[in-house]
């Protein structure tokens, strides 16, 4: 079971992938309010983008969220490799994947 908010988009979505076989068994569940684990792990980048409204092309805008987004996750221990209290292991990993030195 998957728990979204009330977007149009979700229920053709979900049917897309269950036509494509990739979640048969799976069902929608659609909440109004914001209590449903997808939207409280965007309230992160919600709070940081608030202030940086000031973006000068889409292109930045997606590559600045998008990193906004792994740094959230590493920090929350998601990236399978990297365990959320190894300092060293995240400063490897951000070396490797953003190519800059951390």
Do not use: C
């Amino acid at each position: 079971m998957i728990s979204v908010d009330k977007h149009a988009s979700y229920p053709a979505a979900l049917k897309a992938l269950q036509l494509e076989n990739q979640l048969q068994q799976t069902q929608l569940r659609q909440v109004k309010y914001l209590n449903n684990i997808i939207e409280a792990d965007h309230r992160f980048v919600k709070r940081k983008v608030r202030f940086k409204q000031w973006f000068q092309s889409f292109n930045t805008a997606r590559y600045t969220v998008a990193g906004y987004e792994a740094m959230n996750m590493l920090l929350k221990g998601q990236v399978n490799s990297v365990a959320a209290n190894d300092a060293k292991a995240q400063k490897v990993f951000i070396e490797n994947v953003f190519g800059i030195a951390a």
